[in-house]
């Protein structure tokens, strides 16, 4: 009897424990802390817009009213003479590793102005003349006398022989040349929306008739001053003529102490 009642009592004990801990479960538990307000973040200044993308993937460039004949001032130091060295028409496979082998001797940096054909037909010449440092333009697909064409036709000129440079080197040429030296607005206006800037000279030896080695070599260190851009061919005919004349040009303007500056 007294064995039963003790187990009675550890059954009401269990009950009422159980009861207890669920009754302690069901109490509503206290709310968490409200995290701290998140502060507001500036927003953040918009930047310009980049100027819009021509048609060779270059920014496009305002409108020239006549190319540049001289070396911009920004690459003149004060005090010193500077001077740009550039060849038309190439490249060509007999005259230009001979103008690259005369230029890489003297220390001379110069720019090179292909036509979209020949840089098509020659395509290693071309990353020659990038390999050895030197800045490659264009001077048209064909040669043809841009002056005289529908704007249509001048952008397929123009636009094509760009695009053969950038695939040939992987770098997209900003430079232009217009065959004949023959410009319009046209052509400046063409240019412009392919992101190209207009070069001319204003050394002109005339290399490219053929006066004689001595003629050529006489004429451009006559003409020639602080900040000139110096026109000479790599191809476009026989151009021994101007291969001879800059062997004994360049160490003249080297040591007279003349800097060779891109255009």
């Known amino acids: 009897m007294t064995q039963q009642r003790m187990a009675g009592g550890r059954r009401a004990f269990l009950a009422l424990g159980g009861l207890s801990l669920l009754s302690a479960c069901a109490e509503p538990q206290p709310e968490p802390p409200a995290l701290p307000p998140v502060a507001a973040q500036p927003s953040a200044t918009p930047k310009p817009p980049s ?4 048609a060779t993937g270059l920014p496009r460039t305002p409108v ?13 130091d004060k005090g010193s003479r500077v001077v740009a060295l550039t060849f038309d028409d190439g490249p060509d496979p007999a005259y230009t590793p001979q ?6 001797k003297h220390h001379v940096k110069a720019t090179f102005f292909v036509i979209g054909e020949q840089a098509s037909a020659h395509p290693g010449l071309v990353r020659s003349i990038v390999d050895d440092g030197h800045t490659v333009g264009t001077h048209s697909w064909s ?3 841009l002056s005289r064409l529908t704007a249509g036709r001048v952008r397929t000129e123009v636009g094509r022989a760009v695009d053969t440079v950038a695939t040939t080197v992987g770098r997209i040429p900003a430079l232009f040349r217009a065959p004949y030296g023959s410009w319009s607005r046209t052509v400046f206006e ?61 160490p003249v303007l080297v040591d007279t102490g003349y800097r060779f500056v891109g255009v």
């Not at 103008?99 to 890489?104: C, K, M």
């Open 143 to 145: 040669y043809a006398d």
């Open 190 to 250: 063409v240019c412009a929306t392919l992101g190209q800037t207009s070069i001319a000279w204003d050394v002109d030896p005339r290399d490219w008739d053929n006066p004689g080695a001595a003629r050529i070599r006489a004429k451009i260190l006559d003409q020639v001053g602080n900040r000139s851009i110096v026109l000479t061919h790599d191809g476009g005919g026989d151009r021994s003529q101007t291969v001879r004349a800059l062997r004994s040009v360049l």
């Open 64 to 76: 020239q009213k006549k190319p540049r004949y001289v070396v911009p001032v920004r690459s003149a």
């Open 51 to 54: 100027p819009s993308p021509s």
């Open 99 to 104: 103008v690259l082998r005369l230029l890489r």
